[in-house]
């Protein structure tokens, strides 16, 4: 019949395209042909052809330093190892030989204490000095808790103590009024607040610490360096893990306290809670030992304390910063030279010397020298350490990168 065409057991009449078949005039191979082609991939995926391998491998584009990264680059080793350190000088003017040392040494910080203070012009003569002596401005530091611990007495502001203070508005409403006031100084960081539940008031530190129960003293202190913090000042939260009601004056000898590890997570709620409230950039720790945690080190030289449970279990990213160490909490613990390794190797950033008598810095040129002497031969790496620092500095604008 015409224009019937058996495809298989298909009868093209009852194809659905047979007019388009009659119409060109397909023969059986055509169609077979078309057919093939349609249905090939149906039942043989088309494989693509891989690109052949090679050894050849592309390393992603670096991301761009950081300002602290650059300026990091640019650092000598004695710039570096003098980072690290915060020192106390005699006098309310800069001798030469202090100005001569802090060059040498190419100085991180001071700290300010009553003796180096008189009046408002002769301390921002003071801060002005100081900061001319170093390329890398300098931390300029200061007990200003309020209270019985004052390096300045000149207003109700400055002096108001931690105790008079009633609630967090209050704490941060004195906190900033008081950091505008240092600032205008030429200070840009407070030793404070003072942190630690202490209910004993035969404590030494309980003149010392705010009111309240634990979560009136996590309010008050985030208020409070917030407040700083919104002044443009380096508050510094103290002193971590925490005095005990019943310590001695660690500016005498060592306390010691016996908590549990089970009971370490509550003993630390005041820090733990700030540093999950605000944002510290800066905190000391204070020279106690806690034999159930770490039993050879007080905290100042513990990186169970410091490394561990300070910077990996609570996230904490700032700076740590040590209580004096020239206190009588260390004294019969080691030589000053291995105690400065030791703390840094346990995780502090910052070690604070006050003593400089008689423009003699014994102490604080023997743990530059030393530190140095270790880094030279490699045998420390400081360089998170001060990019932790140069960073600060940056955000609180001591460091103009634009100039840098």
Known sequence: MQGVVAIGYYNISTFPCKNLLIRYNLHMKHIITILFFLLTPLFFPLQLQELPVTDETFDPIPPEPTPEELILEEMTLEEKVGQLFIFGFDGTTLSKESKEFFQEIHLGGVLLLTKNITSETQLKQLTTQIQSTNNIPLFISIDQEGGVVCRI??????????????????????????????????????????????????????????????????????????????????????????????????????????????????????????????????????????????????????????????????????????????????????????????????????????????NNPTVQRDVYEHILDLVKKEEMDIDKKVLKILRVKIKYNILNIEEE
């Open 153 to 358: 007495r000149w207003n109700s502001i400055l002096t108001k103590s931690q105790a008079e203070i009633d609630g967090p508005k209050e704490a941060y409403a004195t906190a900033k009024s008081r950091g505008e006031m240092l600032d205008s100084y030429g200070i840009n960081m407070n030793l404070a607040p003072v942190v630690e539940y202490i209910t004993n008031s035969n404590s030494f530190m309980y003149n010392r610490v705010y009111r309240g129960d634990v979560d009136d003293i996590v309010e008050k202190g985030v208020g409070s360096v917030e407040g700083y913090t919104d002044a443009g000042i380096i508050s510094v939260p103290k002193h971590y893990p925490g005095h005990s009601n019943t310590s001695p004056d660690s500016h005498l000898s060592l306390p010691v306290v016996n908590i549990s590890k089970d009971g370490w997570s509550e003993y630390i709620k005041p820090f733990k809670n700030i540093l999950n409230q605000t944002t510290v950039d800066a905190m000391m720790v204070g020279h106690i030992k806690f034999p159930n945690i770490d039993s050879n080190n007080p905290t100042t030289l513990s990186s169970e304390i410091l490394s561990k449970r300070l910077v990996e279990d609570l996230g904490y990213e700032g700076l740590i910063i040590s209580d004096d160490m020239e206190m009588g909490a260390l004294e019969d613990i080691d030589t000053y030279i291995n105690m400065a390794k030791r703390a840094l190797d346990a995780g502090v950033d910052i070690l604070i010397y006050s003593k400089y008598t008689n």
